[in-house]
């Protein structure tokens, strides 16, 4: 099976707790997604069509850890092929293989900002 | 204006809470956030790769692999997306020592029905049914004290110091857009 969409953190997506959902993809929402990312929070695949692949592998990479090639590939959008499993309304993608990644593609920022706010810390500024 | 009056109205919006079918004697606190419901249940902590795919280590992956719980009532696999900690964090390493038991557990569960058919976890505490006492679901933070001996002698939050997270921004910068996009935002910014 071969899923294409943006790598996305699901807490936020699903929880409404940072904004609406589309406010929390993109790079507006980019260094949340890594801190979740690494926090070990699920990683998703929002597809065009809305749909939500929950990541439980990424090729060699069990995920919940959070620290190695799943955490790079954050808001970039991705063709990736693997299994598919579908259980209690949930779809669930182990990926075997990330067939073409065409980087960050939803530049939001303008529209959103950064979500949170603080993403960035005022240190950043010069 | 980079954030305009639409978002910011979108990003104060209030969910409503409400009570679910496994709410009753639930002590979760709430979080106000989407389709949130309390929710204690019993159930058999599971390594969520292995019970879709047959691949099982012993320890269910220690933390490493997404974890849940096949809830007793009804044999539905709950996902466990978050621990009860605000700061970034899942629920693997809450639940990976639990690996195989049946425990009741008790947290929201999470999600805004009109994106998914089926809800995520919050979990907020562990208790093994032969045992008395609620094991707090808060422990990530310090697993990843642990794991990052220099780095948690910074001062500020663990996810403004995770090497790896500060490497990536290092070089892509918080926007994942290049270095050179991310100093023109950030100019407009903090205007």
Known sequence: MTISGEVIDTWCYFSGVMGPPDSVTGSAHHTCAMWCAAGGIPVGVLAEDGTVYMVMKWQDETGASGGGTILSVQSDSVTASGDLYERDGINYLVVADVVDNSGLVNQNHDDWGVVPPYAIPKSAKP | ?191
């Open chain 2, 1 to 191: 204006m980079i954030l305009r009056t639409a978002a910011i109205a979108a990003l104060l919006a209030t969910p409503v809470l409400a009570e679910g079918a496994f709410s009753e004697g639930s002590k979760a606190k709430g979080w106000g956030v989407a389709g949130e419901e309390k929710a204690l249940f019993t159930g058999k902590v599971v390594d969520i790769l292995c019970e879709l795919t047959g691949d099982c280590p012993a320890d269910c992956g220690a933390g490493d692999r997404q974890m849940g719980i096949v809830r007793d009532a009804d044999n539905v696999l709950v996902l466990a997306s978050k621990n009860s900690q605000p700061a970034f964090t899942g629920a693997a390493r809450e639940l990976a020592p639990f690996c195989g038991q049946t425990v009741e557990v008790d947290g929201n569960l999470v999600g805004d029905t009109d994106l998914t058919p089926a809800k995520f976890y919050q979990i907020q505490t562990i208790r093994p049914l032969d045992a008395e006492a609620v094991v707090k679901a808060n422990t990530w933070t310090k697993v990843w004290a642990q794991l990052n001996p220099e780095a948690k002698e910074v001062k500020g939050p663990w996810f403004r110091k995770d090497p790896k997270i500060n490497a990536l921004i290092a070089e892509s910068g918080y926007l994942g857009l290049g270095l050179e996009t991310d100093a023109e935002f950030i100019d407009e910014w903090f205007e």
